[in-house]
């Protein structure tokens, strides 16, 4: 029982000390640098890790997240057959140019409290790592989480010389941060009233463009008009790269009465346009996803 008190607060005390000695190789490579929004970070000390190491796969939970996320969930799995252990411990890297740097925490945020989480044999678990330690919010790039995973079989004393662990890897789970993904939110008419419900959202980067190339090149006209019933269908862009004129715009669309043509108005821009038999088939599919020649 004494035996394996002693063993356990050699391990834990080896534990802090790894965690301190990879704070200190971060701090030994002063090579800093100012990305292009004028944010600061330290070379890190190694440039190449991977996402898996002596049976532990660490990974995020999403490939891609956007600068508006608080938090990352991030998965381990261990294949091995002893447990391992790690901390609430962890920094976050970003790749400038081929180079990977160490991203600073807020004032009051570089203290992790030191509590071990064990990871069992065969086992799996979920960490959630939080955006908001970082001083500056993360801008578009590529990224990844390091953290240390302990074995504690490694961890022993003999002959009073305290021994470097093996088999504990370091590993980098990578994400990136990008923009939001453009979308279209098309909403459907309910019943014959002039209200609207959530129909469907359309992501597929080409079928966006085809209809941004329909809308962009048609022959609006500058007309204040009044159907005599409400619109079957209402769109909207979001999260537009770049500001156009279809940001920010809601479209209602009319089927004409033989079902062969569109008609769609500008909501509050004052522009009304009916589209040729092929425009309105082509942007009415993009938009419902139905073909307009099998209405009834």
């Given at each position: 029982?004494?035996?394996?008190y ?5 391990f834990m005390?080896?534990?802090f000390?790894?965690a301190?000695?990879?704070?200190a190789?971060?701090k030994n490579?002063?090579t800093v640098?100012k990305t ?7 070379k890190?000390?190694?440039q190449e890790?991977?996402n898996?190491?002596n049976g532990?796969?660490?990974t995020?939970e999403?490939e891609?997240?956007t600068?508006?996320?608080?938090e990352?969930?991030?998965?381990i799995?261990n294949?091995n057959?002893?447990y391992?252990t ?10 400038i140019?081929g180079?990977?740097?160490v991203?600073?925490?807020?004032e009051?945020?570089k ?7 064990t990871?069992q ?9 939080s ?6 919010k ?5 990224y990844r989480?390091?953290?240390i995973f ?6 022993f004393?003999?002959?009073n010389?305290?021994?470097k662990?093996?088999n ?5 789970a990578?994400f990136e941060?990008?923009?939001k ?10 019943g014959n009233?002039?209200?609207?419900g ?11 463009s ?5 809308l962009?090149k048609a022959n ?9 019933y409400p619109?079957h269908y209402?769109?909207?862009f979001?999260?537009?790269e770049?500001?156009?004129?279809l940001?920010s ?5 009319w089927i ?5 043509k ?7 821009k004052?522009?009304y346009?009916q589209?040729?038999k092929?425009?309105?088939a082509?942007?009415f ?12």
């Open positions: 029982m004494k035996k394996n002693v063993l356990f607060f050699c005390s080896a534990l000390l790894l301190a000695c990879q704070s190789e971060q490579d002063k640098v292009t929004d004028e944010k600061t970070g330290e890190a000390s190694m890790r991977s898996s190491g532990i796969t660490f995020t999403k891609k997240y600068a508006s996320d608080k990352i969930i991030v998965n799995q294949e057959d002893t391992f790690y901390g609430q411990q962890f920094s976050i890297e970003k790749n140019d180079t990977w740097y991203l600073p925490f807020k009051g945020m203290l992790f409290q030191e509590k071990a989480y990871l044999a065969k086992g799996s678990a979920t960490q959630t790592i955006l908001d330690r970082l001083k500056n993360p801008s578009l790039g590529k989480i390091i953290k302990n074995n504690p079989e490694d961890y004393l003999e002959e010389i305290e021994k662990p093996i504990s890897p370091t590993l980098a990578p941060v990008v923009s993904e453009k979308t279209i939110t098309v909403e459907k008419r309910v009233e002039d209200k609207h959530y129909f469907r959202e359309i992501t597929d980067a080409k079928q966006i085809k209809a941004i190339n329909v962009e609006w006209e500058n007309a204040e008009v009044n159907m005599a619109p209402k769109f909207c979001e999260h537009m770049k500001e156009t004129e940001d715009v809601v479209y209602a669309l004409s009465p033989k079902k062969d569109i008609e769609l108005v500008m909501q509050g004052g522009k346009i589209l040729n092929s425009k309105s082509e942007l599919e993009i938009i419902t996803g139905e073909k307009l020649s099998d209405l009834k």
